[in-house]
């Protein structure tokens, strides 16, 4: 058996013929006719025309192609050999060196051990976690209750929350021990009313800390926003220092 190539006289098609078989079959139009005419229009294709014309497929059950498209006989036979692997599958001997998944298995113990030291990682993480986390919101609010003491009327900041009574509308206190507070203030503030502020602000939070020492006010910075720039207040060993910044220039005070 040879397989050559050949062209359908009904649609054009190319063609893979089986020499032995004086008939061809188009896998494409189902159009039967002889092998030689497919060979000799393959050969000289110039000035064919093509009818293209519809054909039923044949039912006699031979086919005279080298290659069958979406074969029924192959799709039977595919059937009929999964039906085969379902039927038998339960009967394979498994392989008594072989390792498989459900062999491996952790013991109880090891188990337990697990679970028990990751819940005793999470404890202990609240239980570092959750005492700071009261101790600055009571701080904060402690704080906030008593803000007058920093702000009064000659100031222009305005004391007043929102209806929550969560935020306030001319001050932001924040961080582990409230040490950074921002401030809005419609008067234009000089650099000792700013520096004023800051020291009272820390003699405020002093007093609301509960432990020894925190009289220093080293890494406090309060931020107060003017209607012509804002001033940064902060100390080191004692020293108040305050910078003005307006329109992208530094003073320091």
């Given at each position: 058996?040879?397989?050559?190539q ?8 190319l ?17 039967v006719?002889p ?22 497929p ?8 080298a ?11 595919r059937?009929?050999r999964?039906?085969v ?9 498994k392989?008594?060196y ?10 109880k113990?090891l188990?337990?051990g ?8 999470v404890?202990?993480?609240?239980a ?6 009261n101790?600055?919101v ?7 209750s ?27 206190v ?9 401030v809005?203030?419609?008067?234009n ?24 020492g ?12 003017c ?27």
């Amino acid at each position: 058996m040879a397989i050559i190539q050949g062209m359908c006289r009904n649609c054009g098609s190319l063609l893979m013929l089986d020499d032995r078989d004086d008939k061809c079959e188009c896998v494409f139009c189902n159009c039967v006719f002889p092998t030689s005419e497919a060979i000799e229009i393959m050969n000289n294709p110039e000035g064919r025309t093509f009818a293209n014309e519809k054909f039923e497929p044949s039912n006699s059950g031979t086919k005279h192609n080298a290659t069958r498209v979406y074969s029924t006989e192959n799709l039977e036979k595919r059937i009929a050999r999964e039906e085969v692997k379902k039927a038998t599958s339960g009967d394979v001997k498994k392989n008594e060196y072989e390792v498989q998944a459900s062999d491996v298995k952790a013991p109880k113990g090891l188990v337990a051990g697990m679970l028990g030291g990751s819940a005793l990682v999470v404890a202990l993480i609240l239980a570092l976690y959750i005492p700071k986390y009261n101790a600055r919101v009571e701080l904060k609010n402690n704080i906030e209750s008593s803000i007058s003491q920093v702000f009064d009327s000659d100031s222009g900041v305005d004391i007043t929350s929102d209806e929550s009574g969560k935020y306030y509308n001319g001050f932001s206190v924040f961080g582990q021990t409230c040490q950074f507070i921002n401030v809005v203030s419609i008067e234009n503030l000089t650099y000792d009313q700013a520096e004023d502020l800051y020291v009272s602000y820390c003699d405020l939070r002093a007093q609301s800390i509960d432990r020894a020492g925190i009289n220093s006010n080293d890494g406090v910075v309060m931020k107060i926003y003017c209607n012509d720039g804002y001033y940064t207040v902060s100390s080191s060993e004692g020293d108040v220092e305050s910078v003005f910044t307006a329109d992208s220039v530094e003073t320091e005070g």
